[in-house]
């Protein structure tokens, strides 16, 4: 019986005692293989020259080149799935949302800054991320947004379904994970400033990191997008993002439908989980709703999807050849919950025709 090929991973920190730190938390996996350690952007870009390792761990902050530069390095040279290693402050937020624009697969945060004692505490994290962007597709994680536009309508055409809602929608829900904040800043921002459903978004990411996401959002958006807090109201043409670290929910209101936020413990190891939200939509609006399910690993959202659908939701899965992860939208999909699978340069053009 043949062995399985182990994850060949290059540990990038400024700091000796991180790389040792990271380096005995990955090779405590015997998936996993530490192929070399790098104290720099110079000494990284010689190490992916010599070692070609399938994963990176970047250190965000380091003199000289900070792990932005060396992250457009990287993928300029030779494009490799890379885990960014960011510290949890406002800045550090800033700068992880460029990286994963710029081409990261996903990121974990230092528990307690630039030297973390208690690194152990993401441990599983980690090792999770690191299995996970071994098999990330990294033409779609770096992909150019002007390379795809062109084939949007062609793709459409081609996976359009004749199933009909059986009323107009009244919500849109979104669920993503690992690749899902270039996805969703491909699907909201191409979205007509009078779009006339609600958007609400659960996309897994730590507290804090939710904050930059959305106000970045809501730069590039026609429509505005903001991270949801307890009692906001839902309006149309109006996109909200849970935040990290809890579960979003909605109640109905004589006014309005509003947000609600729960702490309760994680659902499938994630909170917020797209699983929570969309159960709790089942019960106050029903199957009057679309479901998108993005780029992600894991399963977070078929229970969910399963649900609404029963119920009449309309369910669009982003497809396999624009997925960093096909982890999510894969698992609705062979669960036969899926009215179309598109690439995600056709998603905005769905939604604009179905919501009106």
């Known amino acids: ?156 055409a081609q996976t359009s379904q004749k199933r009909e809602m059986q009323k107009r929608p009244e919500l849109v829900l979104i669920a993503s994970s690992t690749g899902g904040p270039n996805a969703l800043q491909e699907v909201i921002p191409g979205l007509s400033s009078d779009f006339p459903l609600p958007i609400l978004i659960v996309q897994h990411m730590p507290s804090g990191f939710t904050t930059s996401f959305a106000n970045r959002m809501n730069e590039l958006s026609m429509i505005s997008v903001a991270e949801a807090c307890d009692g906001m109201q839902i309006k149309k043409g109006m996109a909200i993002i849970a935040p990290g670290g809890y579960h979003l929910t909605v109640e109905r209101t004589p006014v309005s439908l509003v947000c609600r936020l729960k702490e309760t413990p994680p659902v499938r190891s994630v909170r917020p989980s797209a699983d929570v939200l969309f159960s709790s939509v089942s019960e106050v609006v029903g199957g009057s709703v679309v479901v998108v399910v993005l780029t992600g690993m894991g399963k977070d959202g078929l229970d969910g999807t399963r649900l609404l659908r029963s119920m009449g939701a309309y369910v669009i899965a982003e497809s396999k050849e624009t997925c960093v992860i096909y982890g999510m939208p894969g698992a609705v999909s062979e669960a036969g919950l899926v009215d179309e699978s598109l690439p995600v340069y056709s998603i905005t053009e769905a939604l604009e025709r179905i919501a009106r």
């Open 1 to 156: 019986m043949s062995i399985p090929r182990r994850i060949r991973v290059l540990v990038v920190d400024d700091s000796a005692f991180m790389r040792k730190v990271i380096g005995d938390i990955l090779s405590a996996d015997q998936g996993i293989e530490i192929v070399g350690k790098a104290r720099n952007g110079d000494e990284a870009m010689a190490k992916l020259k010599d070692l070609s390792p399938d994963v990176i761990t970047l250190d965000m902050e380091m003199p000289g080149k900070n792990g932005l530069e060396v992250l457009r390095g990287i993928m300029k040279e030779k494009p490799t799935p890379v885990i960014m290693v960011s510290s949890l402050t406002k800045d550090g937020a800033n700068v992880t949302m460029q990286a994963l624009s710029a081409g990261a697969v996903d990121f974990v945060t230092k528990p307690s800054g630039t030297i973390s004692l208690d690194m152990e505490k993401v441990g599983d994290e980690l090792r999770q991320k690191i299995m996970a962007a071994s098999k990330a597709s990294m033409k779609n994680a770096y992909g150019s947004g002007d390379d795809r536009s062109h084939k949007g309508h062609a793709s459409l």
